[in-house]
């Protein structure tokens, strides 16, 4: 059973820093994009950051991020202990959401392995 668990989340005063890490079981996600996803009340989820998965690598290529979190958020991969990690920096009030980690496979158009979801305050 694919397994994708979230944690890391919390509340922090604007210009903080927080950790998020997604815990992946159950398969292999090599040839599978992996991201960060987020939601705030009355907004879509919009994706934050990804990456590509292969190679023997912990990913490949180069980072996706929206372009309100470039230079400010980081994704990364530990692929021995299978894990995604979105390091935050410099946050602000609007990215208060919940945090979503998801993977799909490579070729896919839309991600179908998801994370239950951590919730991120920043208050000013």
């Known amino acids: 059973q694919v397994q994708l668990v979230e944690s890391g989340g919390g509340q922090v005063q604007a210009g903080g820093s927080l950790r998020l890490s997604c815990a992946a079981s159950g398969r292999s996600f090599s040839g599978h994009a992996m991201a960060w996803f987020r939601q705030s009340p009355g907004k879509e989820r919009e994706i934050v950051a990804s990456i590509k998965v292969g190679g023997g690598l912990p990913y490949y290529g180069i980072p996706y991020y929206t372009d309100s979190v470039k230079g400010r958020f980081t994704i990364s991969r530990d692929s021995a202990n299978d894990t995604l990690y979105l390091q935050m920096n410099n946050l602000k009030p609007e990215d208060t959401a919940v945090y979503y980690c998801?993977?799909?496979?490579?070729?896919?158009?839309?991600?179908?392995?998801w994370g239950q979801g951590t919730q991120v305050i920043v208050s000013s």
């Open positions: 998801a993977a799909r496979w490579i070729a896919a158009s839309d991600y179908n392995y």
